[in-house]
């Protein structure tokens, strides 16, 4: 029978605070930063292949589709591999990680954004034609505004797998909260320890953002 020896006396504040907390704060910045720039350029990307026009639909389509079929990790190695070469500098493993967390998830937000955009009635599009509104004014005022509200539990349930995804910027030697974790594990020879103290940390976080999705669904389905 394998004796794992596992102790967790060396787990201490001083640890978290020294190796952890970093790459925890790297990890929300880039789940806030992927998920504000993500919903914009997904937005727009949504109102490209809603919009009817060939020359705005294809190159939106063509790009949500090519990205939702790439795993993340090969988009962020190859942004953080080939721009450096094409460009003729580097541009840092973090600023690498924004960039492509961004452009990746843009393309699952605007899925997400669509299908909350064609869920409006198009009794209320077709209301605000009459009123005098141009395609912009009615998604402004109109559309976007309701399309946002019954697609928050998605969007939010989204932004929870993006902080999840967040640990594998490690693989371009990001500062991530798993990164933290791991060098605390090997500071202290407790590389078992380490790795299931972080899986601990990003389940806790996780649950607890899942249960207030679920609560804030149950909230918006009462105001429907």
Known sequence: MVNLNIDWSFFTWDLFANFVLKGLYFSVALTVVATLGGIALGTVLALMRLSGRKWLELPATVYVNGMRSIPLVMVILWFFLVVPMVIGRPIGAEVSAVITF???EAAYFSEIMRAGIQSIPRG???????LGMTYGQNMKL????QAFR?????LLTQTIILFQDTSLVYAIGAYDMLKGFEIAGKNYGRPIEAYLAAAVLYFVICYALSWLVKRLHRRIAIIR
């Open 102 to 104: 961004v452009a990746f």
């Open 124 to 130: 209320q599009v077709f209301a605000g034609q009459a």
């Open 142 to 145: 109109v559309v976007l505004p």
């Open 150 to 154: 019954n697609m928050l539990p998605v």
